[in-house]
């Protein structure tokens, strides 16, 4: 983060009637998005990551708080006149206008002259890789293509920000992922802050530099992807970013009891939630030694998936324990179903969770 | 396999004797605005001629007709268009205070008999003492084509994608640049439709006129007058060429159609 703000929200509040009822899509977002940053809003559908990007936009207007943008207080400015882009979820590419025109049509609007026009669009179509194929119309262009255009339209105007409404939702798996790398150039070269929503937790780590987890209305945490993956805020965020395991007990000491083992939490006293990645635990059949949290447990399920292998692993109390186990050297599996085994990890991979 | 080939005959046969069934009256149209008749009955074969077509405006009377109809077809079809497609789409984008009831009237104009509107419409204009004339005409004409109209750009607007137009004011277009640049051009092909359908319905009404077209003649109404005498074969031609004309555009339609995909 560097600096001004390019975007602030301060307490925004968005609220929808429905069959009589008042329902608060956002229930007070406060953050500030940094210039030049690439920032993700994270969550399920229906957690008002959407809302709050289309509050941005000027799409919707907040039934309290204030949105600003570089400083200006733009909260009642209509979306033509706010000086940010949107690439939507469905493209909206202009179905009767050819690409040429598809990205020429903000510069129009804004009565930019032609020969700059001309060359802006030129010099645009070239960094996406589509000079050629400007007379296309388009429904005669592919997926990714389609999602170039889009990009390409609203990065032309040379916005202060680019809002992108799950833009790579409707392509397969190896575009994504290779528009995933694309977009993180397009925003390094053009330096513009990209604020991105995104429901796919894998694509929000791989191209932010930070990211709001959204849930029911409110951000749960706001970090780097290294933060928000290794010391995830609340049980929420450990449980929507990759897989977790939460262990909950009454600590003394430093120590929790748990399954016939110890976790160590070094510092904390009473009742703790305490969330471990699957990656982090070991497996095994002997007794760790002190200085590790380890519990006991049985394999119930073993689940070879390739690069690594997945343990389902049920404590005493019932409790049950994900372990990834990277298939390194050959593909057995270390521990069979049914097997009794020991499950360990280093103190520093327990994470307390605040509340 | 057999039964299967025996079936895709019949079904040949049938389509072919549906084309014929629904085209026979306009060819028998056609036909007979060639047909040298000398009686005043146009109804048995006599011989080619295309004297009708040299002689087509020579019946004062039918060519004012049709040149009322025509006038009357362009202005009601305009009207109903612009109102329409503002009616289509508030209907189709909107839920607001009256949008209910003002469904189920776009309905109702369709499903009311022609007679009953005709007669309604007679006395409404009777008790406020409007003069009947070609305005008369018009009103009525837009009343009984603006239902189609509706529905055809409801049904477009529907199915368009909202944020088309949010992308057009997120790319600085105001509300009407976003209409003229977006909205419209993306409704086009319903807009069109429906005007085409309004077009052909004012140009052959016959019930409604009737009520409410005090002393102007449409084309419609002349032919019926003079069915008692005999029908010039003149009416053949001018139908042939009306007919021609929708031929026409259908087929230009087909073709920008084709051109646009």
């Known amino acids: 983060m560097t600096g001004l703000s390019a975007i602030e929200l301060a307490d925004v509040v968005k609220e929808y009637h429905s069959h009589g009822e008042v329902v608060q899509a956002v229930k007070g977002v406060t953050l500030g998005i940094g210039e030049g940053e690439f920032f993700s809003l994270l969550g399920p559908s229906g957690c008002g990551k959407t809302t709050t990007m289309r509050m941005i936009a000027g799409f919707e207007a907040p039934t309290k708080g204030v949105v600003k943008l570089y400083g200006q207080d733009v909260t009642d400015v209509p979306p033509n006149k706010r000086d940010v882009n949107m690439v939507f979820q469905s493209y909206a590419l202009f179905p009767h206008m050819s690409v040429w025109d598809n990205v020429a049509f903000g510069l129009k609007q804004r009565k930019v002259a032609q020969a700059e026009i001309r060359r802006r669009v030129g010099e645009m179509l070239e960094i996406i890789g589509l000079t050629g194929r400007e007379k296309r119309m388009p429904r005669a262009l592919s997926g990714g293509q389609q999602q170039r255009v889009a990009l390409a339209r609203a990065l032309v105007n040379q916005p202060r920000a680019l809002l992108l409404d799950e833009p790579l939702g409707a392509l397969d798996l190896k575009l994504r992922q290779a528009m995933q790398i694309e977009l993180k150039r397009i925003q390094r070269e053009v330096g513009i802050t990209f604020v991105y929503v995104t429901h796919d937790q894998s694509e929000a780590l791989t191209m932010s530099d930070r990211i709001a987890v959204m849930n029911d209305g409110v951000v749960e945490q706001l970090a780097g992807p290294r933060e928000i993956y290794e010391r995830p805020a609340t049980a929420f965020v450990a449980g929507f970013i990759g897989t977790s395991n939460l262990l909950a007990g009454a600590a003394t000491g430093g120590e929790m009891k748990v399954g016939g083992g110890r976790v160590l939490v070094p510092g904390h006293d009473g009742d703790v939630t305490v969330t471990v990645r699957p990656e982090k635990i070991t497996i095994g059949t002997d007794e760790p030694a002190q200085g590790l949290s380890a519990v006991k447990g049985t394999v119930s399920e073993v689940v070879y998936l390739g690069t690594y292998n997945s343990y389902a692993v049920s404590l005493a109390d019932g409790a049950e324990i994900t372990v990834f186990q990277q298939n390194a050297h050959d593909a057995t599996a270390t521990a069979e179903r049914g097997d009794s085994v020991w499950l360990s990890w280093q103190a520093q991979h327990s994470y307390v969770i605040g509340s | ?261």
């Open chain 2, 1 to 261: 396999m057999r039964g299967g080939r025996a079936g895709d005959r019949l079904l040949h046969l049938y389509t072919w004797l549906i084309i014929l069934w629904l085209s026979s009256p306009i060819a028998v149209m056609i036909l007979f605005g060639f047909n040298d008749k000398r009686s005043k009955s146009n109804t048995t074969w006599q011989g080619f001629t295309l004297r009708w077509y040299a002689e087509l405006f020579d019946i004062s009377d039918l060519t004012t007709a049709l040149a009322n109809s025509l006038k009357i077809a362009v202005a009601s079809t305009v009207i109903t268009v612009v109102i329409g497609t503002m009616l289509g789409l508030a209907l189709g984008r909107h839920r607001f205070r009256g949008s209910g009831v003002t469904n189920f009237l776009v309905f109702a104009a369709i499903s009311t008999p022609e007679l009953v509107m005709g007669a309604s419409l007679l006395s409404l204009f009777v008790s406020g003492n409007v003069p009947r004339d070609s305005v008369t005409i018009i009103v009525a004409h837009v009343l009984f084509s603006l239902s189609f109209v509706v529905v055809t750009v409801r049904a477009r607007v529907v199915t368009l994608d909202p944020s088309l137009e949010e992308a057009a004011r997120d790319l600085g277009a105001g509300a009407w640049a976003t209409f003229r640049l977006v909205t419209l051009p993306s409704i086009m092909p319903a807009v069109l439709a429906g005007g085409m359908l309004s077009f052909a319905l004012s140009i052959d009404d016959y019930v409604v006129t009737s009520f409410v077209n005090g002393s102007t003649v449409t084309f419609p109404l002349w032919i019926v007058g003079a069915v008692k005498t005999g029908i010039p074969a003149q009416v053949n031609v001018m139908g042939t060429l009306l007919f021609g004309a929708g031929v026409l555009i259908a087929v230009g339609n087909a073709v920008a159609a084709r051109r646009r995909s």
